[in-house]
Nanobody
Framework: QVQLMDSGGGSVQAGGSLRLSCTAS????????MGWFRQAPGREREGVAA????????YYASFVKGRFTISQDNAKNTVSLQMNSLRPEDTAMYYC??????????????????WGQGTQVSVSS
């Protein structure tokens, strides 16, 4: 069973930055696509960003384009999400996700087989 270990959340003021990281316990077909979802209290989970193995493709939700950047390290089993210009509406629990390459770019949470435990991001105004 693949395990995803996500970290890096915290509390910042609006306009600040945070960097999230996620490491998969193993690398393979079911982790060829890695990314992030988030869920704020009282709201449904929503996709944030995703990346195909080797950086073959990156995908962003419209509300984070230009502010967030997803990247993958050379080991291919770790992805990072650099979050700049954070807004109060970015406050949520952020979850690392992984799945096969065919679903990369999908924002349906059910498409992703593997989920991290989540890391909290809080942005104050």
């Amino acid at each position: 069973q693949v395990q995803l270990m996500d970290s890096g959340g915290g509390s910042v003021q609006a306009g600040g930055s945070l960097r999230l990281s996620c490491t998969a316990s193993e690398y393979g077909y079911t982790t060829d696509c890695m990314g992030w979802f988030r869920q704020a209290p009282g709201r449904e989970r929503e996709g944030v960003a995703a990346i195909l193995s080797g950086g073959a493709g990156t995908y962003y939700a419209s509300f984070v384009k230009g502010r967030f950047t997803i990247s993958q390290d050379n080991a291919k089993n770790t992805v990072s999400l650099q979050m700049n210009s954070l807004r109060p509406e970015d406050t949520a629990m952020y979850y690392c996700v992984a799945g096969p390459p065919v679903i990369c770019g999908s924002w349906r949470s059910s498409d992703y087989k593997h989920w991290g435990q989540g890391t909290q991001v809080s942005v104050s105004s």
